[in-house]
């Protein structure tokens, strides 16, 4: 099965490195995505990498780690967002660093959400702080997640902040 995933992503993989933007006049080597940078608008190749990493997400193949993982460095959310997806669905533990940097500081509250919940993949100690932290978070939508999460890694140690963030809420 893995195989068979992993060759299903292959399309995708090499549709999402030709999205890349390039330097003006260069052009892509597959024909079939082959644009130039001054034919691509950076709207265009934002939809399109979040939809290349809709589709790898939902293939759930590990070959996707390494571009989704160069990926949350994007200027654009959707495309974070779209990252984190594709590395929490593919339980990539090696992403926990960048997600946790992600959680605590992305400017998109929807980008920290989901960067909150694919820590549920990470063993409870290693996720603890970050998840205490994100309880504190701004954003309710981001504490509520990172209620949820610490429920799901059973993080025991936790609920001192649980009970706090409840009599707070």
């Known amino acids: ?17 030709a999205s890349a933007p390039r330097p003006a006049g260069q052009q892509a080597n ?6 130039t940078a001054s034919d691509t608008d950076a709207d265009t190749t934002v ?10 997400r939902e293939l759930r193949a590990a070959p ?8 949350l460095a994007s200027p654009a959310a959707a495309v974070r967002l779209e990252a984190v997806g594709v590395l929490g669905w593919v339980k990539d533990v090696g992403a926990l ?3 946790v940097s992600l959680a605590q500081r992305d400017d998109s509250t929807d980008v920290r959400h989901a960067a909150v919940g694919a820590l549920g ?4 100690q290693a996720v603890l702080p970050a998840l205490l932290i994100a309880l ?4 309710w939508q981001v504490r509520e997640e990172a209620a ?4 799901k890694v059973r993080a025991a140690e936790a609920l001192p902040a649980l009970l706090a963030a409840l009599r707070s809420e």
Not at 47 to 56: D, E, G, K, M, T
């Open 1 to 17: 099965a893995e195989l068979r995933e992993a060759a299903s992503a292959a399309p995708l993989l090499s549709a999402l490195q």
């Open 30 to 35: 597959d024909d079939t995505y082959a644009k």
């Open 47 to 56: 939809f399109l990498q979040a939809s290349l990493l809709r589709a790898l």
């Open 64 to 71: 996707a780690s390494a571009p989704a993982l160069a990926l």
């Open 97 to 99: 660093p960048a997600l």
């Open 121 to 124: 993949m990470g063993e409870a």
């Open 136 to 139: 504190a978070d701004s954003a």
């Open 148 to 151: 949820t999460t610490l429920a």
